[in-house]
């Protein structure tokens, strides 16, 4: 069985800063990408940030220069930086992983979600 496992979620004012964290466990053979997704009321879920294993990252067009998607393969977790907030950030935030839990046996993965709230 693999958990992904988030925390960091909170309530800024806009213009502040969080950091989200994610870590995965169980029986995992080798994680693939790693990212961050969410989901506002009213809305469809979307990509915020995503990392593969070699370092390469993505963004969302919305979140370029403010958020930074890291992570620490040693600890099978992947963090999200989050500054200069804006209310519009305001979400679920979800976590994702392409984990094989064994050679060739790759499968998304989800955390339950932390929430962010950014307001005046």
């Known amino acids: 069985q693999v958990q992904l496992v988030e925390s960091g979620g909170g309530s800024v004012q806009p213009g502040g800063s969080l950091r989200l964290s994610c870590a995965a466990s169980?029986?995992?053979?080798?994680?693939?990408?790693m990212g961050w997704y969410r989901q506002a009321p009213g809305k469809q879920r979307e990509l915020v940030a995503t990392?593969?294993?070699?370092?390469?990252?993505n963004y969302a067009d919305s979140v370029k220069g403010r958020f930074t998607i890291s992570r620490d393969n040693a600890k099978n977790t992947v963090y999200l930086q989050m500054n200069s907030l804006k209310p519009e950030d305001t979400a679920l935030y979800y976590c994702n992983a392409d984990i094989a839990i064994m050679p060739f046996k790759v499968q998304a993965y989800w955390g339950q979600g932390t929430q962010v709230t950014v307001f005046s």
């Open positions: 169980g029986s995992i053979f080798s994680i693939y990408a």
């Open positions: 990392a593969t294993s070699g370092g390469i990252t």
